[in-house]
Protein backbone atom coordinates (compact mmCIF):
# COMPACT_ATOMS: atom_id res chain seq x y z
CA UNK A 1 0.00 0.00 0.00
CA UNK A 2 1.23 3.94 -0.03
CA UNK A 3 -0.38 6.62 1.93
CA UNK A 4 -0.39 9.72 0.10
CA UNK A 5 -0.37 12.92 2.22
CA UNK A 6 -1.07 16.65 -0.14
CA UNK A 7 -0.29 20.24 0.81
CA UNK A 8 0.58 23.24 -0.18
CA UNK A 9 -3.48 24.32 -1.96
CA UNK A 10 -4.72 27.46 -0.99
CA UNK A 11 -6.19 30.69 -3.02
CA UNK A 12 -4.03 32.73 -5.09
CA UNK A 13 -4.57 35.82 -8.01
CA UNK A 14 -4.44 35.15 -11.58
CA UNK A 15 -1.19 35.38 -12.63
CA UNK A 16 0.48 33.73 -9.66
CA UNK A 17 2.24 30.30 -8.43
CA UNK A 18 1.68 27.75 -5.81
CA UNK A 19 3.96 24.49 -5.12
CA UNK A 20 1.98 21.58 -4.45
CA UNK A 21 3.84 18.76 -2.41
CA UNK A 22 2.69 15.25 -2.01
CA UNK A 23 4.27 12.78 0.28
CA UNK A 24 4.34 8.57 -0.35
CA UNK A 25 4.60 6.32 2.72
CA UNK A 26 7.18 4.45 0.89
CA UNK A 27 10.06 4.72 -1.26
CA UNK A 28 9.08 6.18 -4.83
CA UNK A 29 11.44 4.34 -6.99
CA UNK A 30 9.24 1.49 -5.80
CA UNK A 31 6.00 3.40 -7.38
CA UNK A 32 5.59 2.91 -11.33
CA UNK A 33 4.31 6.32 -11.37
CA UNK A 34 3.32 9.59 -9.71
CA UNK A 35 1.50 12.28 -10.58
CA UNK A 36 -1.19 14.55 -10.47
CA UNK A 37 -4.67 14.93 -11.48
CA UNK A 38 -7.61 17.56 -10.91
CA UNK A 39 -10.75 17.38 -10.49
CA UNK A 40 -13.35 20.98 -11.15
CA UNK A 41 -16.90 21.50 -10.55
CA UNK A 42 -18.95 19.67 -12.55
CA UNK A 43 -16.21 18.16 -14.32
CA UNK A 44 -14.49 14.61 -14.79
CA UNK A 45 -10.66 14.07 -12.75
CA UNK A 46 -7.97 14.81 -15.42
CA UNK A 47 -4.74 13.87 -15.41
CA UNK A 48 -2.34 17.36 -15.18
CA UNK A 49 1.31 15.79 -14.79
CA UNK A 50 2.99 12.33 -14.28
CA UNK A 51 6.45 11.61 -13.43
CA UNK A 52 7.47 7.62 -13.92
CA UNK A 53 9.59 5.72 -11.63
CA UNK A 54 12.39 6.29 -14.50
CA UNK A 55 11.73 10.09 -14.98
CA UNK A 56 10.06 10.01 -17.93
CA UNK A 57 7.31 13.37 -17.74
CA UNK A 58 3.92 13.79 -19.39
CA UNK A 59 1.95 17.31 -19.03
CA UNK A 60 -1.56 18.20 -19.93
CA UNK A 61 -1.55 20.56 -23.42
CA UNK A 62 -3.08 23.10 -21.01
CA UNK A 63 -0.32 23.71 -18.12
CA UNK A 64 2.78 23.04 -20.27
CA UNK A 65 5.52 25.20 -20.07
CA UNK A 66 3.51 26.65 -16.88
CA UNK A 67 3.39 23.44 -14.51
CA UNK A 68 6.61 21.43 -13.50
CA UNK A 69 6.62 18.31 -11.94
CA UNK A 70 9.63 17.15 -9.97
CA UNK A 71 10.49 14.75 -7.25
CA UNK A 72 12.85 14.63 -3.93
CA UNK A 73 14.00 10.74 -3.70
CA UNK A 74 15.07 11.49 -0.34
CA UNK A 75 12.06 12.80 1.04
CA UNK A 76 10.00 10.40 -1.37
CA UNK A 77 7.67 13.44 -1.88
CA UNK A 78 6.72 14.61 -5.54
CA UNK A 79 6.15 18.44 -6.38
CA UNK A 80 3.74 20.36 -8.44
CA UNK A 81 5.04 23.59 -9.39
CA UNK A 82 2.27 26.02 -10.64
CA UNK A 83 3.15 29.38 -12.53
CA UNK A 84 1.34 31.71 -14.07
CA UNK A 85 -1.91 30.08 -13.11
CA UNK A 86 -5.30 31.05 -14.52
CA UNK A 87 -8.89 31.10 -13.26
CA UNK A 88 -9.46 27.55 -15.11
CA UNK A 89 -6.85 26.35 -12.94
CA UNK A 90 -8.90 26.37 -10.05
CA UNK A 91 -9.74 22.49 -9.15
CA UNK A 92 -9.40 20.22 -6.52
CA UNK A 93 -5.59 18.46 -7.15
CA UNK A 94 -5.23 14.84 -6.14
CA UNK A 95 -1.86 13.47 -5.81
CA UNK A 96 -1.68 9.83 -7.69
CA UNK A 97 0.59 6.80 -7.04
CA UNK A 98 0.17 3.63 -9.86
CA UNK A 99 2.20 0.56 -8.21
CA UNK A 100 0.53 -2.60 -7.58
CA UNK A 101 -2.77 -0.46 -7.48
CA UNK A 102 -3.85 2.90 -7.95
CA UNK A 103 -3.54 5.08 -4.81
CA UNK A 104 -4.71 8.75 -4.41
CA UNK A 105 -4.23 11.52 -1.75
CA UNK A 106 -6.91 13.28 0.14
CA UNK A 107 -6.95 15.92 -2.14
CA UNK A 108 -6.22 19.94 -2.15
CA UNK A 109 -7.80 22.70 -3.12
CA UNK A 110 -6.72 25.33 -5.01
CA UNK A 111 -8.51 28.25 -6.08
CA UNK A 112 -7.55 31.24 -8.82
CA UNK A 113 -8.59 34.59 -7.98
CA UNK A 114 -9.10 38.31 -7.90
Known amino acids: QVQLVESGGGLVQPGGSLRLSCAAS????????MGWYRQAPGKEREPVATMSRTGNIMYADSVKGRFTVSRDIAKNTVYLQMDSLKPEDTAVYYCNARAESHYWGQGTQVTISS
Open 26 to 33: RSIFSIDV
